[in-house]
C-alpha cells in the first residue's frame, strides 16, 4: 500500500474516533455503532500489513483517553479485534457483505466483552443489555461502511 | 504512533513477527498499563501526554456546537437582548442587595462563633471554564473542559456551578481536564441533610438528573423536598456547599433501607460553563488536606483518618496556657448575669462574641481570644472581624 493509502487510513481512523466520542442524546448515544472499531477492523482486514494490531492498540489507548475507566481497557480489546481482523483477512474477504456483516457482529460482541470484562475487574460493572445494542448497530451499519472506506483502494493490500 | 508503518511492503510473516506474537506483545504491553493505570496509579504523566494529544480532538468534537452557538447568538434579536440585559441587571441588583445582607450575616456569625477568620469565605479563588466535551452516557458521566495544569487546576478539585456542585476533577492535562460528575455511577460525594444534619453518602445513578442514597436506614428522617449540602468530609467538597433535593423517598416495609433519589441542584445537563474553585486551606469549612490522591472514591483517603492534632490548632507559641484561662473564665460570664467582667484580665469584654461559644473552649476560640488579651479594653467587636490575620 503506497503512503497516500496510509494517510487515508489515519485521516479515516481519526474521524471515526471523532464519531465515538462526539456527545449525542443518551438514546442515541445507545445505538451509535462502534466506529473506531469498524473501521480498525476494515484496515485490518484490508490492509493487514499497514494497520493491523499497532493501528489497533494505539486507536483504542486514544479512546482510553476520552471514556475509558482505566487506560489499555479499549487498546487491548481493539488489538484483539484487529488480530482476529489480520488473521483471517483473506477469508472475511472473500465473503459476501452479508456474511460479513455476521462476522463483524461476532468481533463486535468480542470487543464488547473484553471491555465489559475489563470494566468488571477494574470495579466499574455495568450489567444493564444497552451495552450490547451497538454489536447489532454496527453489524447494520458494516455493507456501507466498508463500501465507503473501500472506494478506491479495492484489491489492494 | 509511526510504528504501524514499518511493516508495510514486507511479507506478512515478515520482521515485525507473526500477527499472534504482534498481539501477544501488544496484549501484554495493555494489561501492563492497564496493571499500573488501575493500581498503582504510576500513570498520572502518561495521561498527562495523552491528555494534551487528545485536546485538539476533542476540540474538533466539539466545533460543530461551538459554531451553532455562534451563530445562534450572532443572530439573537435586538429586542431580545435588551429583554436579556434587562432582567440580568435585575438579577445583579437582588443578588447585590443579598450579598450586602450577607456580609453582615456573615460578620454577625463570625463574631458570634469568636472566630477571626471565618468572615473571609471558604472559597479563596474562582476560574470558569468552558466546557468542551460531556458525556452522559449510563456508564460514565464525565465532563472535558479548557482548563488545565497551566491555570493551575489540580487533580481532585471542586468543580460547582451557580447553583451546586456538579464534581471534581479525574485527569489533568496541560490544557484541559477530565471532571467526573457526581451523577456518574462511580462518584459518591458525603452529603449531610440540611434540615436535620443527618449525614451520608450520595451516589451516582448514571442519569444527569438523578442522585441515589442508598444507605439510608428505612425509618431515617428525611423526605421528599430535603436539600442536601456537603458534609466536608471526603477531603474534597468544603462543607455546606448545595448538591441536591430528594425527590422521592420510598420505604418499604421488608426492606431495611430506604430507597431514596435526589435531583441535583446544578443544571449539569445544560450548562456550559462551570467554576473551578480553590478553597482556603486553613478555613475550617474547608476540607481537610489531602495527600494528592483522592480521584474517584474507592480507595481510603490516608488524611482522613484520625490526627493527633486538630487541623488548625497552630496557636502562636505561648498563648496555650494563657489562652485557656480567659476562655474558661469568659463562658459562665455570657451564660448568666456578667458576674465581673473585669476579673478575667479584660480579654472578655474585649471579645463579647468569644463568651457566646461555650461548647468547646479549649479548641476554636484559643487563638482569637489569646491575641486581643494584650491589647485594652478599646476596641469593640465589628474591628476583628474585617482584618483576618493569623496569630503568627
Redesign the interface.
Known amino acids: ?1 503506497n503512503p497516500y493509502g ?1 494517510g487515508r487510513m489515519l485521516l479515516t481512523v ?1 474521524v471515526a ?2 464519531l465515538t ?3 449525542l442524546p ?1 438514546w442515541l ?2 445505538l451509535r455503532p462502534a466506529f473506531l472499531v469498524l473501521a480498525v477492523l476494515h484496515w485490518s482486514v484490508n490492509a ?11 486507536a ?3 479512546l482510553d ?3 475509558g ?5 479499549r ?2 480489546a481493539l ?2 479485534v484487529s ?1 482476529i481482523g ?2 483471517e483477512h483473506q477469508r472475511i474477504r472473500s465473503k459476501p457483505a452479508f456474511q460479513q456483516a455476521i462476522i463483524v457482529f461476532a468481533a463486535l460482541a468480542v470487543y464488547e466483552f473484553v471491555v465489559f470484562a ?2 468488571g475487574w ?3 460493572p ?1 450489567t ?1 443489555p ?2 450490547w445494542v451497538h454489536t447489532v448497530t454496527g453489524a447494520l451499519i458494516w455493507p456501507p461502511l466498508a463500501a465507503i472506506l473501500g472506494q478506491g483502494s479495492a484489491g489492494h493490500a | 504512533m509511526a510504528a504501524f508503518g514499518t511493516a508495510a511492503g514486507r511479507p506478512l510473516q515478515g520482521r515485525g513477527g507473526s500477527p499472534g506474537f504482534r498481539f501477544t506483545l501488544y496484549a501484554a504491553l495493555a494489561v501492563v498499563v492497564m496493571y499500573l493505570d488501575q493500581r498503582e496509579h504510576y500513570l498520572e504523566q502518561l495521561h498527562y501526554l495523552l491528555q494534551a494529544a487528545a485536546y485538539p480532538i476533542q476540540l474538533a468534537v466539539n466545533s460543530p456546537s461551538t459554531a451553532w452557538q455562534w451563530m445562534r447568538q450572532s443572530f439573537e434579536s435586538r429586542e431580545r437582548l435588551q429583554a436579556e440585559n434587562a432582567h440580568l441587571r435585575a438579577g445583579a441588583r437582588d443578588l447585590e442587595l443579598r450579598s450586602m445582607r450577607y456580609e453582615a450575616l456573615a460578620r454577625e456569625n463570625g463574631e458570634l462563633r469568636g472566630l477571626r477568620d471565618a468572615v473571609p469565605p471558604v472559597a479563596d479563588r474562582w476560574l470558569a471554564a468552558e466546557i468542551v466535551n460531556i458525556q452522559l452516557s449510563s456508564l460514565r458521566q464525565r465532563l472535558l473542559i479548557d482548563r488545565g495544569a497551566v491555570n493551575g487546576v489540580f487533580r481532585a478539585q471542586a468543580v460547582l456551578d451557580d447553583r451546586g456542585l456538579i464534581g471534581q476533577t479525574t485527569h489533568v492535562g496541560p490544557w484541559s481536564a477530565e471532571v467526573i460528575l457526581i451523577t456518574d455511577p462511580a462518584h459518591a460525594v458525603p452529603v449531610r441533610i440540611e434540615r436535620t444534619g443527618l449525614r451520608t453518602i450520595a451516589v451516582g445513578a448514571g442519569d444527569a438528573t438523578t442522585l441515589a442514597l442508598p444507605y439510608l436506614p428505612a425509618n431515617a428522617d428525611i423526605k421528599s423536598g430535603d436539600l442536601l449540602v456537603t458534609s466536608g468530609l471526603g477531603g474534597v467538597f468544603p462543607e455546606g456547599y448545595p448538591v441536591a433535593r430528594v425527590t422521592e423517598v420510598h420505604r418499604d416495609a421488608v426492606q431495611p433501607l430506604a430507597q431514596v433519589r435526589a435531583a441535583p441542584l446544578a443544571h449539569i445537563d445544560t450548562d456550559s460553563e462551570v467554576m473551578l474553585v480553590w478553597f482556603r486551606a486553613d478555613h475550617p469549612a474547608a476540607p481537610a488536606p489531602t495527600a494528592g490522591s483522592v480521584g474517584e472514591i474507592r480507595s481510603g483517603n490516608r488524611a482522613m483518618q484520625p490526627q493527633p492534632v486538630p487541623p488548625r490548632a497552630a496557636p502562636p507559641p505561648a498563648p496555650p496556657p494563657a489562652a485557656r484561662a480567659p476562655a474558661s473564665a469568659a463562658a459562665p460570664t455570657s451564660a448568666v448575669v456578667p458576674v465581673s467582667p473585669s476579673a478575667s484580665r479584660a480579654a472578655a469584654p474585649a471579645h463579647p462574641p468569644a463568651s457566646s461559644a461555650p461548647s468547646e473552649p479549649e479548641l476554636q476560640p484559643a487563638p482569637p481570644a489569646s491575641t486581643p488579651a494584650p491589647e485594652p479594653a478599646s476596641e469593640p467587636a465589628p474591628e476583628p472581624a474585617p482584618a483576618p490575620k493569623e496569630p503568627q
Request: no cysteine; charged share 10%.
Open positions: 500500500m496510509r481519526l474516533l471523532v466520542v462526539l456527545p443518551p448515544d445507545v493487514p500489513r499497514t494497520g493491523g494490531i499497532a493501528l489497533g492498540f494505539f483504542g489507548l486514544l483517553v476520552f471514556q475507566p482505566v487506560l489499555g481497557q487498546a487491548l488489538a484483539l488480530y489480520v488473521r475489563i470494566d477494574s470495579g466499574h455495568v444493564s444497552l451495552r
